[in-house]
Every structure is written in C-alpha cells, then in structure tokens.
T-cell receptor, first 114, second 111 residues
Framework: EAQVTQNPRYLITVTGKKLTVTCSQN?????MSWYRQDPGLGLRQIYY???????DKGDVPEGYKVSRKEKRNFPLILESPSPNQTSLYFC?????????????FGQGTRLTVV | GQQLNQSPQSMFIQEGEDVSMNCTSS?????WLWYKQDPGEGPVLLIA?????ELTSNGRLTAQFGITRKDSFLNISASIPSDVGIYFC???????????FGKGTMLLVSP
C-alpha cells in the first residue's frame, strides 16, 4: 500500500531534550516536506527536499533541522525543543516538483513540549 | 510567501444540504488542490485542478479552477455526516516549487 509513515504519532517531551520525528514513504517520490498545523494558522511548511541531499527552508524553519540521506526518509529534528513548538506535524511527499505536485500526507505527529 | 484566503472559516449545516467553499488569491496559481482532513488524521487529496476553467467532479464533490487563475471553489452536494472535517485548498504559484495552503474550512454536518 502506498503510504507516508510518521513516527511517533504522539510525543510529550521536555524543553531542550533533542528529538527526531521520522518520516518514510514507499512511493519513490522525489519531493518530501514537513508542515506544522496550528489552530487558526492552517498548514505551514517547515522544510522541504527536492531530492536526496537537497533541502531548503519553508515558511517557518526556525528551531528545526532536516536531512535527506535516502530518497525514502526525511526525518525532522528538533535540537532543543521549546514549548512554542508544541504542534501537530505532518510529513508529505510528492512524485516530483512541477505541474503535477499532488502531496500525500502522513497521519501526523502530535508533539507537546513542556 | 503567497497567501490563499479561504472562506468560510466554518460551516454548520443539516444533512442533505449542499455546501460551497472557495479560495482566492491576489496572485495567479498554476495548480489548485482540495484536501479533506478527518479528525486526528492527515489531509487526503480530494480533487486536483491543472488548467484555468477546469471543472472536475469526484462523486458528490465538484471543484473548479477559476478562469482568472486566482480562485477556486469546492461544492459538496447532498452532504452526509461523514463529510465532517476540515477542507483545505492549496495551490502552486508560477515559479514556486512548494504548495501554499489556505487556513481551512471546518464543516460540521448535523444528522
């Protein structure tokens, strides 16, 4: 089954404790991205990657890192989480960048930073 | 980045009613996508539009790519309780490689 898989689904952590949210897709998609969803603000892009070893900042990249060492995986890293990073996070993938760029989303990771 | 204005913010309707929501922008878009997000889940693609004026249906859903390329609408006919969720429009402006999302329309359907 074609899918985008995120782990964990739920995470509670303390301020400053490094964490990684994993994302994997089995569709051989080139393009992957991370979004955060907050009430009243919709979906905002954090980082994206057009291919292996190619990453770029989205609209709200501060406090986040990503890596794309393999095509299928795109982990989101919070080196020193803070309470304002409490949010619902989604990973998404698309076949390629271009006119047909339908994004497929993972099920989300709800992160709480206390 | 580009901005999409999605309206209404929320709707509370009776089962069986038709629903209409739209997205507008001050700049043109090459692609318009409509997603639905069920509670506790990730957004799922409903309809994709690639040409100005294009009208596409998916069951009870119909969406159109505005002729000016600055807007799109989504209609749901004969709503049912499982239509409940948040509907997002998204678009790709010329020269950009990323999706811009609207803030969503929350739909509630009363049986």
């Amino acid at each position: 089954e074609a899918q985008v898989t995120q782990n964990p689904r739920y995470l509670i952590t303390v301020t400053g404790k490094k964490l990684t949210v994993t994302c994997s897709q089995n569709m051989n998609h080139e393009y992957m991205s991370w979004y955060r969803q907050d009430p009243g603000l919709g979906l905002r892009q954090i980082y994206y990657s057009m291919n292996v070893e190619v990453t770029d900042k989205g609209d709200v990249p501060e406090g986040y890192k990503v890596s794309r060492k393999e095509k299928r995986n795109f982990p989101l890293i919070l080196e020193s989480p803070s309470p304002n990073q409490t949010s619902l996070y989604f990973c998404a993938s698309s076949l390629s960048v271009g006119i047909n760029t339908e994004a497929f989303f993972g099920q989300g990771t709800r992160l709480t930073v206390v | 980045g580009q901005q999409l204005n999605q309206s209404p913010q929320s709707m509370f309707i009776q089962e069986g009613e038709d629903v209409s929501m739209n997205c507008t922008s001050s700049s043109i878009f090459n692609t318009w996508l409509w997603y639905k997000q069920d509670p506790g889940e990730g957004p799922v693609l409903l309809i994709a539009l690639y040409k100005a004026g294009e009208l596409t249906s998916n069951g009870r859903l119909t969406a159109q790519f505005g002729i000016t390329r600055k807007d799109s609408f989504l209609n749901i006919s004969a709503s049912i309780p499982s239509d409940v969720g948040i509907y997002f429009c998204a678009g790709i402006p010329p020269g950009y490689s990323t999706l811009t999302f609207g803030k969503g329309t929350m739909l509630l359907v009363s049986p």
